[in-house]
């Protein structure tokens, strides 16, 4: 799999030009009669028509068409958005996202909870999405969280062991890093290796703490930018691809 991965297959010329954003199928049913579309240098007059994205070249007004099939975009989920394509109720993360995206089939790759900061992949790649999600592959996703006590030795060595959550299920082993604590407050970074419901919450819960704040900082090898503002996305960089998917860090 290659970021901007280009179809293998052939696709009907109409749905090629309008999953590519250049209109609806019927606005490319007449751009098509008009003459607007070439392929191979041949003007084709009907959307029917099957073509290879990967070997054909298409011309849509004079300017080539290039096929992206997949695409990939990393947002900086704000608090009061829900991880969801549609709700009735609550703001969406789609909603932050520009509608130049509006054509490809988008969604996020997991759920951060509505309160929940940080690092959320946005895709239509439901491949990327199961290699990423599946328990099987044990993918470690690091968060930064504020919790409302004290933290020591033996919070570390008890999430190290494996926490006992509410419902009796016991967490795999998960790394505790204290960077700061006091009375009243502490600051961690916690990474897991796992994605049950809530799960960040409910850990600090099984130890009478409460998290204050949650922020996903890290999932496989990819880190949330430094430069990439709450409330925004761009697409991933090839280098930003492969840490995500290879869980190599940059
Ligand atoms: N764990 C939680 O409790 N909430 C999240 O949003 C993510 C992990």
Redesign the pocket.
């Given at each position: 799999m290659k970021l901007g991965e280009l179809m293998g297959e052939k696709i009907r010329l109409d749905k090629l030009l309008s999953n590519m954003g250049k209109g609806s199928r019927s606005e490319m049913k007449d751009a098509l009669r008009f003459g607007g579309v070439k392929v191979n240098g041949v003007t084709v007059r009907t959307g029917k028509e099957k073509v290879d994205p990967e070997k054909d070249e298409i011309l849509y007004k004079g300017i080539q068409v290039v096929y992206v099939k997949h695409v990939y975009l990393i947002l900086n989920k704000p608090d009061g958005y829900i991880s969801a394509t549609e709700d009735k109720f609550h703001k969406t993360v789609l909603e932050l996202i520009s509608s130049d995206f509006d054509h490809y089939e988008l969604f996020p790759v997991g759920?951060?909870?509505i309160d929940?900061e940080g690092l959320l992949i946005i895709t239509n790649d439901g491949e990327l999405a199961h290699n990423l999600l599946a328990p099987k592959k044990h993918v470690p996703?690091t968060?930064r969280a504020i919790i409302n006590g004290p933290l020591g030795d033996l919070a570390i060595k008890q999430f190290e062991e494996g926490i006992s959550l509410d419902d009796g299920y016991k967490c795999k082993p998960a790394e505790l890093e204290i960077i700061s604590t006091s009375k009243s407050e502490s600051e961690v970074k916690l990474t897991?290796h796992e994605?049950k419901f809530?799960?960040?919450?409910?850990m600090f819960e099984a130890i009478d703490l409460k998290?204050t704040y949650?922020q996903?900082i890290k999932m496989n090898g990819l880190s949330l930018p430094d430069d990439l503002p709450v409330g925004e996305f761009r697409p991933l960089t090839e280098e930003e691809f492969v840490a995500l998917t290879q869980g190599i860090d940059l």
């Open positions: 759920r951060l909870d929940t996703k968060y897991i994605g809530h799960q960040v919450k409910r998290v949650l996903r």
